[in-house]
């Protein structure tokens, strides 16, 4: 997978935005930091920390189905991967997260989607779509980053697989993104995610 260059994580991780779930594979955002950005009290309005953490983890679920449904399903975990790997990416989803938050608050948001579709007191049916669980605003939050192209500005659609570390370094090498010198240096994987040689090709 093709990063820009600066742009890549070594690997997904917490601060005071986001938590990120390594068995969950995705980002969960801070109950604080939710707080502060959308000038909400959730655990007033949620009735207790217990049902501000459930609530924060179904916003986490809502915003990763809506950002995987652009893409084919056999790509799926490879975008799981960018997702933890990007740092734009990671600006993107603490964007949609906060906002997904304000959006619920304002006009219902994703607990829309989750209702049954039936108008009990119309006794009419109601076309709810995936589309409802995310605003006006999130979506040109995901224009912004460039998640809705057809095309990505990254390659998630090409993975290279290697038998041996020598290969993968040799492959490396092939394609400019490390010299010689620097292959010296490497003795496992690790020593490959902490040193920045991953760059646009």
């Known amino acids: 997978m093709i990063f820009f260059e600066n742009d890549r994580l070594a690997n997904p991780f917490d601060d005071d ?51 995987t449904k652009f ?4 790509y799926y975990e490879r975008m799981l991967y960018y997702l933890a790997h990007s740092k734009k990416a990671r600006d993107m989803i ?16 994703f607990l829309i989607a989750y209702q049954t579709g039936v108008n009990l ?3 009419k049916d109601i076309n709810i779509k995936l589309e409802m669980a995310v605003s006006v605003i999130g979506d040109q939050v995901l224009h912004k980053y460039g998640i809705m192209q057809r095309l990505n500005n990254v390659n998630i659609n090409e993975f290279e697989y290697f038998s041996t570390l020598e290969l993968l ?10 010299t010689e010198d620097e292959k010296e240096e490497i003795e496992n994987l690790e020593d490959i995610e902490t040193k920045p040689i991953l760059k646009q090709v």
């Open 17 to 67: 935005k986001l938590t990120y779930s390594v068995n969950n594979h995705r980002y969960i955002l801070d109950r604080n930091k939710a707080d502060f950005e959308t000038g909400l009290v959730l655990s007033e309005i949620w009735q207790g920390e217990d049902n501000v953490n459930w609530y924060l983890d179904a916003i986490s679920k809502v915003v990763y189905t809506y950002l």
């Open 71 to 74: 893409k084919d399903s056999k």
């Open 94 to 109: 603490f964007d949609l997260m906060i906002d997904t938050v304000q959006y619920n608050h304002e006009d219902g948001g």
């Open 121 to 123: 007191h119309e006794m």
């Open 169 to 178: 370094l040799d492959s490396l090498i092939a394609k400019g993104l490390m």
